[in-house]
């Protein structure tokens, strides 16, 4: 592939790649992880609620990383409640499943903001064959990938399994009990999922670009050292 190619490919690749490490930070700061709804189960089986009744008793929960927040609806009109993940919830929740989401998070943010400037330096320097090459550039592109499987997988588990949304629900609630009523992932969930899509298709590029996967060995290469061999 002619130079001039190479580069502009490199450089939408490092673009890419810059993106997603800005999309990840974002979505660490934000509470739209999860959206759902939650029923008031206590209420509900008081007053013997069905139907359309039931909607008094279904309040709304959002939450991210760090925070969120919740819509109580027990009967008496919506009350909104504020809470931290740090360090009201940690007894509750499972916290190393949640700190680790956090820590690959941070990970996916360094190794894309890495990635991005190695791009660029392919693009308009001259690398060297290890690290610094096309070597390097699989190396990051599929570190950052493998982090943001990871994050949807933990993340996954840790609201599906752990049931984290009903937990949150009934955080600080004595006399009342909650359930999750419906659940979704919400933006920022969504992100990481692109993000994770974006440093696999930046591996593509570089397989287009003309840099054989690393540890494959070509066919030519085979050729030559048996020439050399017979030499000898």
């Known amino acids: ?17 810059f993106a997603c490490a800005l999309g990840t ?3 660490i700061g934000t509470q739209l992880w999860v959206k759902g709804t939650i029923l008031c189960k206590t209420g509900a089986l008081l007053v013997n609620a069905t ?27 919506g009350r909104p409640f504020q809470f931290s993940f740090f360090p009201d919830l940690l007894k509750i929740i499972p916290a190393s499943i949640h700190v680790s989401v956090i820590l690959f998070c941070t990970v996916l943010i360094i190794f894309a903001l890495v990635g991005a400037g190695f791009f660029m330096f392919n693009a308009f320097g001259s690398p060297y064959e290890t ?26 588990s840790e609201v599906k399994i752990h049931h984290l949304s009903e937990k949150i629900a009934n955080f600080k609630e004595g006399s ?23 440093h696999f298709l930046n591996a593509l590029l570089i397989r287009f670009a003309g840099f054989e996967f690393p540890f494959s060995k070509s066919k030519d290469s085979g050729t030559i050292t048996g020439a050399v061999d017979l030499m000898y």
């Open 176 to 198: 009342f009990t909650f359930k999750t009523h419906s659940e979704q992932f919400a933006n920022s969930f969504w992100i990481i999922l692109v993000c994770s899509l974006v």
């Open 131 to 156: 690290l610094h090459g096309p070597i390097g550039l699989y190396l990051w592109s599929f570190i950052a990938c493998s982090c943001g499987c990871l994050i949807m997988i933990l993340f996954s």
């Open 1 to 17: 592939m002619p130079t001039q190619q190479k580069k502009i490919i490199f450089c939408i690749a490092g673009v890419l790649s």
């Open 25 to 27: 930070a974002a979505a």
């Open 51 to 77: 139907g359309h009744e039931l909607e008094k008793f279904i309040g709304e929960i959002q939450y991210g990383l760090f925070h969120g927040e919740r819509v109580r609806q027990c009967g008496l009109g």
